[in-house]
């Protein structure tokens, strides 16, 4: 008889065991509530190639690269003024020394008016950028589940619950619906 009650106590041990484990497996709940969304982005640097036309200046090409117009000119002035001042052998050295200083300037005078002739043309100029623009790539999710606040990160945007399957919160994306 003993024997009878223990295994008759055993047996509603079992049942009752079963009872509450069939019970609390359909009321596990089927979705947790969604609390917070934050998105989570990162930078995104995208090369593009930026052009803009700019003026460029060049020195003119030289015509006269010996500045010979330049050396006969300033030659014959000096010479000139040179013969204006003294008499005699005198004027004649002062024709030929105002003759070579002159040369000499009007060389040097040509010279500096060819290196500022400049032409100005136009040229595209083009250069790598990156610009820079942030991408989302998910989102961390909190959630409240049996009471308990959770976090989870998901690769989609949920909306006012998650999915329960076996007491864990679902990440993976809903399927999406087709027309």
Same mark, same amino acid.
């Given at each position: 008889?003993?024997?009878?009650?223990?295994?008759?106590?055993?047996?509603?041990?079992?049942?009752?065991?079963?009872?509450?484990? $069939?019970?609390?497996?359909?009321?596990?709940?089927?979705?947790?509530?969604?609390?917070?969304?934050?998105?989570?982005?990162?930078?995104?640097?995208?090369p593009r190639e930026r052009?803009?036309?700019? +003026?460029?200046?060049?020195?003119?090409?030289?015509?006269?690269?010996?500045?010979?117009?330049?050396?006969?000119?300033?030659?014959?002035?000096?010479?000139?003024?040179?013969?204006?001042?003294?008499?005699?052998?005198?004027?004649?050295?002062?024709?030929?020394?105002? +003759?070579?200083?002159?040369? !000499?300037? $009007?060389?040097?005078?040509?010279?500096?008016?060819?290196?500022?002739?400049?032409?100005?043309?136009?040229?595209?100029?083009?250069?790598?950028?990156?610009?820079?623009?942030?991408?989302?790539?998910?989102?961390? %999710?909190? !959630?409240?589940?049996?009471?308990?606040?959770?976090?989870?990160?998901?690769?989609?945007?949920?909306?006012?619950?998650?999915p329960v399957k076996d007491?864990?919160?679902?990440?993976?994306?809903?399927? %999406?619906?087709?027309?």
């Amino acid at each position: 008889m003993m024997k009878g009650i223990a295994v008759g106590g055993l047996a509603m041990v079992v049942l009752g065991a079963s009872g509450v484990t $069939g019970y609390k497996a359909l009321t596990k709940p089927a979705f947790a509530d969604v609390v917070a969304v934050k998105e989570v982005t990162e930078t995104v640097l995208t090369p593009r190639e930026r052009c803009e036309t700019v +003026a460029v200046q060049r020195q003119a090409p030289v015509k006269d690269e010996n500045r010979i117009a330049g050396t006969v000119i300033g030659g014959v002035a000096g010479g000139l003024l040179g013969s204006a001042i003294g008499g005699g052998s005198g004027k004649t050295l002062a024709t030929v020394a105002g +003759a070579a200083a002159g040369g !000499y300037a $009007g060389n040097q005078v040509q010279k500096n008016m060819q290196q500022k002739d400049v032409t100005t043309s136009t040229e595209q100029r083009c250069r790598t950028v990156n610009e820079k623009s942030q991408k989302v790539i998910g989102y961390n %999710v909190t !959630y409240r589940l049996d009471g308990k606040d959770g976090t989870v990160r998901t690769s989609f945007k949920p909306g006012a619950t998650l999915p329960v399957k076996d007491g864990q919160v679902v990440t993976t994306p809903p399927p %999406v619906a087709k027309s």
